[in-house]
């Protein structure tokens, strides 16, 4: 059977285990959009979003103050890395620190840095 003969989740499933890494063994669901704490597949069934992308997205998908603060964030500069100083990272550690009590923060995307 082809890709193109098969149901719509099973293809995606297909393409990434045929090509993707298998360090993870997702649930059987594909999921294709996202609004507040619903998800829907891509046959259209809608899901409570329990799992939140263990907890990246606790505010709910899609929220629209987020997603206009990056796309004028996007607008503006898209990304700077640590080689240069820019004109939001200290006023962000600043915030942090003083709401936490802490000395400093280093702020990290992932848990690998640790």
Not at 2 to 15: G, H, I, R
Not at 19 to 39: D, F, Q, T
Not at 65 to 80: F, G, H, P, S, Y
Request: charged fraction near 20%; hydrophobic fraction near 40%; aromatic fraction near 14%.
């Amino acid at each position: 059977m082809s890709v193109l003969e098969k149901s719509s989740a099973q293809m995606f499933v297909s393409l990434e285990d045929k090509h993707g890494a298998h360090n993870y063994h997702p649930l059987p669901v594909v999921l294709s959009r996202g609004k507040g704490v619903y998800v829907w597949d891509v046959d259209g069934k809608k899901y409570y979003d329990f799992l939140s992308a263990y907890s990246a997205v606790n505010q709910g998908h899609c929220h629209p103050k987020i997603v206009d603060a990056m796309v004028q964030q996007a607008q503006t500069l898209t990304l700077t890395s640590r080689a240069f100083y820019n004109d939001k990272l200290g006023i962000y550690e600043e915030f942090v620190t003083n709401y936490f009590g802490f000395d400093k923060v280093l702020p990290m995307n992932t848990g690998a840095e640790a």
